[in-house]
């Protein structure tokens, strides 16, 4: 699938403007690099976000990628994650990767427990809306430690981006997944009874 800016909705183009085109491109192994000129190292990635934070470049792709995974543009397993900020108040907006095992969808954090849309989620008990074409609520109920290892594993198969942030090759057994599980939160994706919201 080849996306140019003829492809994309009405605001979205600007979006892959300005400074992004300037200051260097970021393809998080999404399969966008037709879109994207060219890619960073795994390095500069990590650097990207040092101490579990993104710099001012990993916002503004945060910001791009929350857009075009909203607006369904990307295949279906990217999506934008909306959430209350625990300390803001307002809805914050975050790029993510699903993975699937067994039947059911669960969101990983690559950036382990003090991630800021992982600290929002436990802040909003797991209440949150995911977006893609349509704005969906959810309830993110976090996957105890000792489950985690086959899901960690089967997000580093599907979500190429996280590779650099998890240092453990997609390709290890379950056992070396299970050393790293505790600090690299999972939630399975559930839907709220109709009545629930």
């Known amino acids: 699938m080849r996306i ?18 300037t200051s260097g491109t970021y393809d998080p192994g999404m399969g966008w690099s037709r879109l994207m000129p060219f890619r960073y190292s795994d390095s500069q990635l990590r650097d990207m976000y040092a101490g579990e934070r993104g710099n001012a470049t990993a916002r503004r792709f945060a910001r791009f990628w929350s ?4 607006w369904g543009v990307a295949p279906r397993r990217w999506v934008t994650l909306e959430v209350v900020g625990r300390r803001s108040g307002r809805m914050l907006r975050f790029p993510l ?20 849309w992982v600290r ?8 949150a809306f995911l977006v893609r074409r349509r704005r969906s609520p959810c309830i993110l109920l976090e996957v105890p430690v000792h489950q985690r290892a086959p ?8 979500v190429p981006g996280a590779r650099p942030h998890i240092p453990v090759d997609r390709h290890a057994g379950v056992a070396a997944f ?17 009545t629930h919201w």
């Open 67 to 70: 857009t075009l995974f909203a």
């Open 4 to 21: 140019t800016s003829r492809a994309l909705p009405a605001g979205l183009t600007a979006a892959c403007t300005g400074d992004l085109s």
């Open 120 to 127: 929002n989620v436990r802040a909003a008990h797991g209440h």
């Open 178 to 194: 299970e050393l790293i599980a505790p600090d690299y939160p999972v939630f399975l994706i559930t839907t709220p009874p109709p």
């Open 151 to 158: 899901i960690i594993r089967r997000y580093l198969n599907q």
């Open 97 to 116: 990767g699903e993975a699937d095992l067994d039947g059911k969808r669960y969101l990983v954090s690559m950036l382990g427990n003090d991630c800021n």
